[in-house]
């Protein structure tokens, strides 16, 4: 078993540690900047502390403890209601600049950018050798680069304090950098932490789990990505020039789209990472697998969780003891191809609507419990039907309720629940080399070179256990155009990539969430007669409203007051 230092320093050091203030408050542990930076624990603890944030956005409990970004899609369906929760205020399209129940969007990022501005103030002076400090600083680097582009992809340009730390007399006034200024420092601060880091392979066991080269890589190709986007590559909704400088690329330019691929080219190329594929133990096993096994070839970026049911807690099913927060919806289960690769909606597909589930792509049934889905049932001490059909006790569909006839299963072991006494060790997956894939498929078939994504798309459709068929192309169709493969690179972007916290960002900086959030997402009614059911594809009960505005969320109204020189996001 790897000896994780990380986690080791995390739970052992900062127990109490919980805050900045906390952490430097004389009043709760009488530490203070000089005692945390003339001794070496305390100096390794405070750079974790930094670590200890960074799956804020991917932490399915974050908001009022059950929600999360997929709720707020066309994904899937939030359990609770009410205009006090954070979820509905979102995809109700109710959010607003003086109704901004997420402040963590905002000062969560900022909190940790002063973080890693102190600690590269004050490591010179602490007690550790020349070369742990280098590793150090540039690890505190990609943290800062890591929270700024959560911040860039919610708000667009934000202003840059580079290593400023402010204290809390100042009076801080910034205007917002441009969008360019933002990747420009983004993209140069982890090319030169990438240049002081280890690779993964050159890190000892027990430093398991740290920054690494390749992650620095990793977040600079994400980061390109996201500015060769619709959105952010001339796609500004503003008439306003210069805010439209500050929100995204003011023109658009294919060589942004270049730069992405060759960005994730680089990460690719370096051979430090690799699909997990295990198609011997069952199709698709390797998918399944890769959220459950913490150490895995294909993590590059994860925070680590020892002894744990999160991902049960949260999405289990009530027979199963979990909160099932986050319910898949009809419209993504419909993304999900046949196992010959081929979508539904293909007459050449095989597809039946009497027998739905039947010879799907064996990523659905790892991501989704469907009717009479087994799962472990801790009552029983073995795997047990599911049934979600209409009348069926505790989880089952009804038509006036919240549920969708689905629940989640991604991440989850089927082999035990949030109200078993088992437990698993993973990391939440921040950064995968299966984004890395599917990064370079789109940006290289958005530079006019849909036959280099081929490859790519084949490599996951493999991996998931899908059929390569007579022409070896996993179902995909041949000589695709432009325009073709960018839906299908969508669409397996989607279901690849399905709760790991990508939809909410990914429909809004392709500019298509006003198509696909507005509007009533999809549910299934299953009826039961006898022995057979019927499927009847509904509406769910709550509506979605997007409003063009909403592609870039408001800077809090608090903040704008704070310091005035910042401009307000368009449309608020």
């Not at 006003?514 to 509406?539: D, H, L, P, Q, S």
Request: some cysteine; overall charge neutral.
């Amino acid at each position: 078993m790897k000896k994780i230092l990380l986690i080791g320093c995390i739970i052992g050091l900062l127990a109490a540690c919980k805050t900045s203030d906390d952490f430097l408050d004389p009043k709760t542990n009488a530490l203070t900047e000089e005692t945390v930076f003339s001794d070496s624990t305390r100096t390794m603890a405070f750079l974790f502390r930094i670590y200890s944030d960074v799956g804020f956005s991917f932490n399915k409990g974050r908001w009022d403890s059950h929600g999360n970004t997929e709720e707020a899609t066309d994904d899937a369906e939030y359990r609770y209601s009410g205009t006090g929760q954070k979820a509905v205020v979102l995809y109700s399209g109710t959010v607003s600049p003086t109704n901004f129940p997420f402040f963590e969007f905002w000062s969560t990022p900022y909190t940790n950018i002063r973080r890693v501005n102190l600690l590269l103030q004050k490591l010179p002076q602490a007690p550790l050798s020349a070369k742990l400090k280098t590793q150090m600083a540039a690890e505190a680097r990609f943290l800062r680069a890591w929270y700024y582009h959560w911040l860039l992809i919610s708000f667009g340009g934000v202003p840059i304090v580079k290593d400023k730390v402010y204290d809390i007399t100042d009076f801080i006034n910034e205007p917002r950098n441009s969008y360019a200024e933002c990747v420009s420092y983004l993209t140069s601060e982890l090319d030169a932490a990438a240049a002081q880091l280890p690779t993964k392979n050159e890190y000892s066991e027990q430093d398991y789990g740290r920054i690494t080269k390749g992650a620095c890589l990793a977040l600079k190709a994400r980061i390109l990505l996201n500015a060769a986007s619709p959105l952010f590559n001339g796609g500004a909704e503003t008439q306003n020039a210069d805010l439209a400088k500050i929100v995204s690329n003011p023109t658009y330019d294919v060589a942004h789209w270049q730069k992405a691929a060759d960005a994730a080219l680089a990460v690719i190329n370096s051979n430090e990472y690799s699909l997990y594929k295990d198609n011997i133990t069952a199709p698709g096993n390797g998918f399944a697998q890769v959220f459950l096994e913490r150490v895995n070839p294909e993590y590059i970026f994860f925070q680590n969780r020892v002894a744990n049911r999160d991902m049960e807690g949260f999405y289990n099913m009530p027979t199963r003891g979990g909160a099932n927060n986050a319910m898949p919806t009809q419209n993504l289960v419909d993304a999900f191809p046949m196992k010959n690769g081929k979508a539904i909606t293909d007459a050449t597909s095989g597809y039946d609507p009497k027998n739905p589930y039947k010879d799907r792509d064996p990523r659905f049934g790892y991501s989704i419990v469907y009717n009479e889905s087994l799962y472990y049932l801790a009552s029983a001490n073995a795997l047990r039907p599911v049934y979600t059909h209409e009348g069926a006790a505790t989880d089952g569909f009804t038509v006036a309720g919240q549920t969708t006839g689905y629940y989640t299963r991604k991440m989850c072991d089927v082999n035990i629940s949030a109200n078993s006494s088992f437990n698993a060790n993973r990391g939440w997956p921040l950064l995968r080399y299966a984004e890395i894939l599917l990064n370079y498929a789109e940006a290289i078939n958005e530079t006019g070179k849909p036959e280099l994504a081929y490859p790519k798309l084949i490599e996951l459709r493999e991996r998931a256990g899908i059929e390569p068929g007579s022409n070896n192309l996993y179902g995909l169709k041949a000589g695709m155009t432009k325009e073709e493969m960018r839906e299908v690179i969508r669409n397996e972007r989607r279901i690849e990539l399905s709760f790991e916290d990508h939809r909410w960002n990914d429909i809004r900086r392709w500019k298509i969430a006003m198509a696909v959030n507005n509007g009533f997402n999809k549910r299934m009614r299953i009826i039961k007669n006898g022995t057979t059911y019927t499927y009847e594809v509904t509406e769910s009960i709550r509506r979605h409203n997007f409003r063009p505005e909403m592609y870039l969320l408001p800077i809090p109204d608090s903040e704008i007051r704070k310091a005035p020189a910042m401009q307000q996001n368009p449309g608020w």
